[in-house]
């Protein structure tokens, strides 16, 4: 929805002395398909933000529901391949989500296709998670708390007060980085964690990249990410009640083997 | 019993799920299979690293006025205001473009150093020519243009630039 919205503001970048002209973007694509879509683009923008906002309201479990999923997977496709560049990872675990959705809920919807795609999504939350930080761990950079200061020195992500307030406290930028470092790269752990745990486990996510979106601008970050999380949640809960389940099956074996002993 | 489609589902994205793994590992060859990603589905979550992005790319370019060059003029994406862009920051869509289109420049002519032409011949310097020479011209004494990718490091007067490319003298087309 967001991104849509940004989009049709952006939408004067697809013109003819935009970045994503049709010019620009025949290096990589054949230009008649491009000039044919391109015929379509405003409608295509307006059809993902209305269609997101639907898909907010119905869910995706309703025949519109189901069909707004479509028109919103079809029409990010279609962006995407036309602008060919511009994305960011936000943008590419949304869609994620969203095409596991379809599989999901098309044709029809059915637990256990729900249930594959729950734990798919999970699983590439904590791949993201995981990859992030341990790319983080193995930077020099990172390592010495040096990167938060050169990438706040930026106008894209940086902010100049965060900047000078790192520069001058570097022993907070490296506590910083090695917060992040740790948080990312254990983040598949949740998965162990129930109750309370997984609940400040996830907020302490939310609140990451609310701190990423107000300092940095990395906004499509705050929505993709945590929008992942009731997957996270609930594969940890299905994970915590198998074990529970096979723990209670233990031991009345263990206890069994107790009195052969005896 | 499992329905059929269900089976394939999970096979589907179990098989993406590996090669999401796999597409993080950067192995050699696995451009012989990414290269059938054409709507970038796998997904790459190094985030600002191994190594972070420490500058701004700004695309500048210049004329030729009967051989003699006019200064460099920025091809300036907006900026959003910082109090608003954690909720709406639509010019990081052009900026980000720009980024990845002068990256992927500097990466090829940092692998083709021996011939270094073989960089006119890239998309993505294509890419960035088109979008600079369909900028306005002033008048018909223009004759020629030249781009250029600069870095830029700070803020206010500490600011640093770097350039980091700078293109071959093209003909603008009257």
Known sequence: MVSGLELLRERHQFGDAGVFSVNAVAAFHNRTTLKQLDRLLTPILFLETVAACALVVTGPFSKLGRLALLLVCGSILALRWRRHAGGDGAEQMSLLVLLAACLAVMPWPSPTRVRIVVIFIAAQACLAYATAGIAKLFSQTWREGQALPAIFLTNNYGDPRMAVFLENHLNIAWLISWTVILYESLFPVVLLTSGWLLIAALALGVLFHLSCAVTMGLNGFLWAFPASYPCVAAFAMEISSFTSHSSAMLLPAAQSGHFMCL | ?174
């Open chain 2, 1 to 174: 019993m499992t329905e059929p489609w269900a089976i394939i589902v999970a096979a589907v994205l179990g098989l993406f799920f590996l090669a999401g793994v796999l597409h993080q590992l950067r192995l050699d060859r696995w451009w012989l299979v990414s290269r059938y990603d054409i709507f970038h589905l796998l997904p790459r979550y190094s985030f600002f690293a191994p190594n972070p992005g420490r500058h701004d790319t700004h695309v500048v370019y210049r004329d030729r006025i009967g051989g003699q060059d006019t200064p460099w003029c920025q091809l300036q994406p907006g900026y959003t205001d910082r109090r608003w862009r954690w909720i709406w920051n639509p010019n990081r869509y052009q900026r980000k473009a720009v980024s990845d289109l002068a990256n992927a420049l500097l990466q090829i002519e940092r692998r083709n150093r021996e011939s270094a032409r073989v960089v006119l011949l890239s998309s993505s310097y294509i890419s960035l020519l088109v979008w600079v020479m369909a900028q306005p011209s002033p008048g018909e004494s223009h004759t020629h243009r030249q781009f250029a990718v600069v870095g830029s490091n700070g803020f206010g007067e500490a600011r640093q630039l770097e350039v980091r490319f700078v293109s071959e003298v093209h003909r603008i087309r009257s």
